[in-house]
């Protein structure tokens, strides 16, 4: 017999993430914009937001930002997109 | 830990000979071999604590894993800490879960940040902390072991593995284990904790998101003034010689022979932080990106020039390297021959970031 020893890891039961439906077309779709706080995020997702609205027809782009790189979102931003939005782009720059 | 509290923590038996080898195959070390968690190491780690095993201290991001108090311990084992020690791995802990120490940010940066431990007060002497010559480099179990205590806490409980989820770009040697006792007995000043509101009879541990010590050698100032102007220019460096100002704490480690230096004259540490605030500064001639290097202030300083409490900036508009005094943060540490001060260059700080956080032992 082996000796024993004891799990220094958390084993917390996590619910089991799943996908959100795959979206067949942008055409008409609300599209969340998250900036995660860093330089430059914005001008990155400008030209994102422009190729959206010029190539893809989306219908409207919401556009948000966390208050600090350094953190996760906050609930009420992640609950707005997910409400608002059909799909999310959040953009990580430097 | 209560007579009738039990472990919760599911046992695993070894198959291997080697019980090293298995913690290895299971991805639960630092990258070096760590004490076999037995149950019985375990239970006299608990024995230190009338705390129950399972009362939560906190999560610990990125995976926001719960640390409780078994947890820490089967990991305070595992990095080879003497049980005399658990009181101060919990402050560690403790102090690591305070949101406005935002551990979450500084296990997953591309900065490579980890945090320094600051030990102040009696217990320094008796669990063995070493404060002297070597203050942040190896030989001591207590400074060794509750350093690298954090650090599997971190990977085990909190998640943070590098090529996983950690994205460090470079990471340095003190993510292993960073712990260093303030050298009271050597400082002219009051010791850190009592500076931040604590009596000098209480212990205590700090926690600095930073990044590793950069040595700096002064072996000529005579005088305070002198001293200062170097290792202030010498700290012009941290992080990039433009960042200009910094986004970040600094915590400036100096020397005991520096420290009478400073004594000499009758600087204070409040006198050291406005000195090197108002010193070291640079022209914004200087700091555009594109001059000496593509880096430089950032965009936001750069749009200061719109700020309603600032003169427009024109080249020669003075910036600081330290956004304010209270951003340096100084303690004495290391041995007293030598004149070796070290400054350790923070991650970002402030509410955007980290803040430099006291838990009493």
């Known amino acids: 017999m082996g000796e024993m020893f004891l799990d220094p890891t958390d084993k917390v039961e996590r619910s089991q993430k799943v996908f959100a439906p795959r979206l067949d077309t942008l055409q008409g779709k609300t599209v969340g914009l998250l900036d995660i706080s860093k330089s430059k995020g914005a001008f990155f997702l400008d030209r994102v937001e422009e190729i959206l609205r010029q190539q893809y027809g989306v219908k409207d782009v919401l556009r948000r930002m966390k208050p600090t790189v350094t953190r996760p979102a906050p609930q009420p931003i992640k609950n707005e997109l997910q409400e608002k939005c059909d799909a999310v782009i959040e953009a990580l720059s430097d | ?361």
């Not at chain 2, 030990?119 to 008796?126: D, E, K, S, V």
């Not at chain 2, 806490?153 to 593995?161: C, L, M, R």
């Not at chain 2, 212990?203 to 001293?227: K, M």
Request: with cysteine; proline share 7%.
């Open chain 2, 1 to 361: 830990m209560p007579e009738t509290a039990e472990l919760r923590s599911q046992r695993t038996e070894t198959q291997e000979d080697d019980p090293i080898e298995l913690l290895y195959s299971r991805g639960l070390t630092d990258g070096l071999p760590v004490v076999p968690p037995t149950e019985a190491r375990v239970k006299r780690m608990l024995e230190a604590t009338d705390r129950d095993p399972q009362e939560l201290i906190g999560t610990i991001g990125p995976n926001y894993g719960r640390a409780t108090i078994e947890k820490i311990a089967i990991n305070a084992v595992m990095a080879g800490c003497h049980p005399s020690y658990f009181p101060t791995v919990l402050a560690v802990v403790e102090a690591a879960c305070e949101d406005q120490f935002c551990i979450h940010g500084i296990n997953v940066t591309t900065f490579s940040a980890s945090p320094m431990i600051i030990i102040n007060g009696p217990i320094r002497q008796q669990i063995g902390v070493n404060c002297g010559h070597n203050a942040m480099g190896h030989g001591f179990r207590a400074n060794a072991t509750i350093g690298r205590a954090l650090r599997l806490i971190i990977i085990n409980i909190g998640g943070a593995k590098p090529h996983e989820i950690t994205k460090a770009t470079m990471g340095h040697p003190a993510q292993y284990t960073f712990c260093v006792g303030e050298n009271e007995e050597e400082s002219p000043w009051e010791p850190l904790h009592v500076e931040r509101g604590f009596r000098a009879d209480q212990s205590t541990v700090t926690l600095f998101g930073g990044h590793s010590p950069l040595q700096i050698n002064d072996h000529a100032s005579r005088n305070a003034e002198q001293l200062a102007l170097s290792l202030g220019w010498t700290m012009a460096g941290l992080w990039n010689h433009k960042n200009f100002p910094l986004f970040s704490d600094t915590v400036l480690v100096v020397c005991p022979e520096h420290a009478k230096t400073f004594k000499q004259d009758g600087w204070s540490k409040n006198d050291l932080r406005q000195f090197l605030y108002e010193k070291i500064r640079r022209p914004l001639r200087e700091l555009r990106p594109g001059v000496n290097g593509g880096e430089g202030a950032g965009v936001s300083m750069l749009r200061t020039d719109a700020k309603k409490d600032r003169e427009p900036a024109t080249d020669d508009t003075l910036f600081p390297k330290f956004p304010k005094p209270e951003n340096i943060t100084i303690i004495v540490a290391g041995g007293t021959a030598g004149r070796f001060s070290a400054a350790v260059q923070g991650w970002a700080g402030g509410n955007a970031g980290s803040k430099i956080t006291t838990k009493v032992i």
